[in-house]
């Protein structure tokens, strides 16, 4: 069965750092998200990307983040400038069609130091 | 703000027995999805309902939304160590293409042998 591919699996970074996450989504859906979990909270929503745009966003994804798709397959997650408290695990997630479910990754552990 | 509140949070039973778990909120959703989400791994679709009142069975686990569209509930009979996970209730107030879910807290399920 195809499936969500996300790398690294853990990702340690220095706080001020950048870094990027990448998502390989299942290769003919259409729409993509990330969430994040911080350790022992709720799985949160960031972004929603859809047609090459940001389709909505929460109050999380701020000016530090950035969604990108550079080709047909990757779609990534970078955050310009790491603090502490963005250390969590990162799900991307694509769905085929408006009323098709989720299909969420493993993660990406970030911990930032 | 949406919230889904799941109790209850931790759960331990013995093999053979019965359990449910509740989702409960203040808001309407369009649908409300459950997911099992295992350690290191993204959260994995069970089931979406989307009707006021819909049953939903799947083997020995039950789900029903309620007539209002606020609230869920889970039910799993004879209960085995294989049911052993986090389950997490999410619900989706836009539906179509933005799949903003709005996840519960989760509860923790141990089911001893």
């Known amino acids: 069965e195809p499936e969500v591919t996300q790398t690294p699996s853990h990702q340690v970074t220095q706080m001020g750092q950048e870094v990027i996450l990448r998502c390989v989504p299942i290769s003919n859906h259409l729409y993509f998200y990330w969430y994040r979990q911080i350790l022992g909270q709720k799985v949160e929503f960031l972004v929603s990307?859809?047609?090459?745009?940001?389709?909505?966003k929460s109050e999380i994804f701020d000016d530090q983040f950035s969604v990108e798709r550079p080709d047909g397959s990757n779609f990534t997650l970078k955050i310009r400038s790491t603090k502490l408290e963005d250390s969590a695990m990162y799900f991307c997630?694509?769905?085929?069609?408006?009323?098709?479910?989720?299909?969420f990754g493993n993660g990406t552990r970030l911990t930032v130091t | 703000t949406q919230l889904l509140e799941q109790s209850p949070q931790f759960l331990s039973i013995q093999e053979g027995e019965n359990l449910t778990v509740y989702c409960n909120s203040s808001?309407?959703?369009?649908?409300l999805q459950w997911y099992r989400q295992e350690p290191g791994e993204g959260p994995v679709l069970l089931v979406t309902v989307v009707t006021g009142g819909e049953v939903k069975k799947l083997k020995r686990l039950t789900f029903q939304f309620g007539d209002a569209r606020k609230d869920s509930s889970l039910h799993i009979t004879a209960a085995q160590p294989g049911d052993t996970g986090l389950y997490l209730c999410a619900g989706d107030n836009y539906g179509g293409s933005q799949g903003n879910l709005i996840f519960g807290k989760g509860t923790k399920l141990s089911v001893k042998p």
């Open positions: 997630a694509s769905k085929g069609t408006d009323n098709s479910p989720l299909h």
């Open positions: 990307f859809y047609n090459n745009e940001i389709s909505e």
């Open positions: 808001s309407v959703f369009s649908s």
